[in-house]
């Protein structure tokens, strides 16, 4: 016999009273499961599990539902970090609430760390809809209400995540994406790519670029795999967050895979995303000049995959 807890898990995770009454649930029983602590009342006659993830719960609460870089995340693609929770309430909602206290309305203090937009019309309440918009609708709030590269790192996380048979878009679904989104932001897709394999290097491309620095991303090294990026006939660059680079075993991993490129003729720069964000002219400086010794040696500015080592030619950069 099924529980209450697995009826409303797989009833959409947030269930209405009148739903689980209609089921054959009484309300001594609801009550009951409430004080046992198997179920929780999240709001006035809409219930839950303790297994629900709390961001999901404080977004209900309020009276709307993950959106933009929360709904992302909720999903398991990456997203840039944000200290705050994203919400999209239907455009006529009235009587929100606190995210932690369903009985009292939603405070001018909850702002610091609630970010509640206006709209989500489309709100049907069943399946994951209940929650968290989908993963469409996600990139659409992001593309109205955050900046450029954190778009751009979206899109592309998502057309990744998807790549690798996870939850995202694919590119025929950049059409329905921009064609909701504000005439300012048009020009951006056309930065969309999708091969990278973390928002670190979406950002380091844009940046690199904007630079006038070329860049690959995802370039194949034979005998070691794909890099994060190539942008130069023999310079590669790796961008190193904490989360997956700093334990012992890793450190060796990187180390190895350096001296497989330089085995190659070939040379690895590395960058942390400190780095990245608070010493990028010295970021641009060490790409500079490696661009400069790879334009020495090598035949062409234009750069394939890298087989091998190229053969040498005179000459400079620029």
Known sequence: MRSLAQDIIGHGLFVKRATLRARGWSDGHLRGEVNRGTIV?????WYSVPSAPQSAVEAFRIGGRLAGLSALKSYGIWTPATRKLHVSVP??????????DMRARLHVLDGVRCRVTWGDDAWERR?????????????????????????????????????????????????????????RVQSWRSE?????GAGGETEFRLKALAAGIPFVPQPFVRGVGNLDGQIG???????????????????EVDRERDLLVAK???RTLRFTYALLRKRWGLCVQAMVTALEHDYRHESSTAFPPFPGRMPPVAGRLG
């Open 41 to 45: 009342r999240v709001r006035k006659g």
């Open 91 to 100: 455009g006529g909602a009235r009587a929100l609430r606190r995210p932690t």
């Open 192 to 196: 969309v790519d999708g091969r990278a």
């Open 127 to 183: 399946g994951d809809s209940v929650w968290r918009t989908s993963v469409h609708e996600a990139l659409v709030h992001i593309l109205n209400n955050h900046d450029r590269v954190t778009a751009i790192v979206c899109l592309d996380a998502a057309l990744h995540s998807a790549r690798e048979k996870g939850p995202g878009i694919v590119l025929d679904d950049l059409g329905w994406i921009f064609a909701r989104a504000p005439l």
């Open 233 to 251: 006939p023999s310079t590669f660059v790796e961008i190193d967050g904490t989360e997956w680079h700093d334990n012992p075993l890793a450190f």
């Open 264 to 266: 190659e003729n070939g």
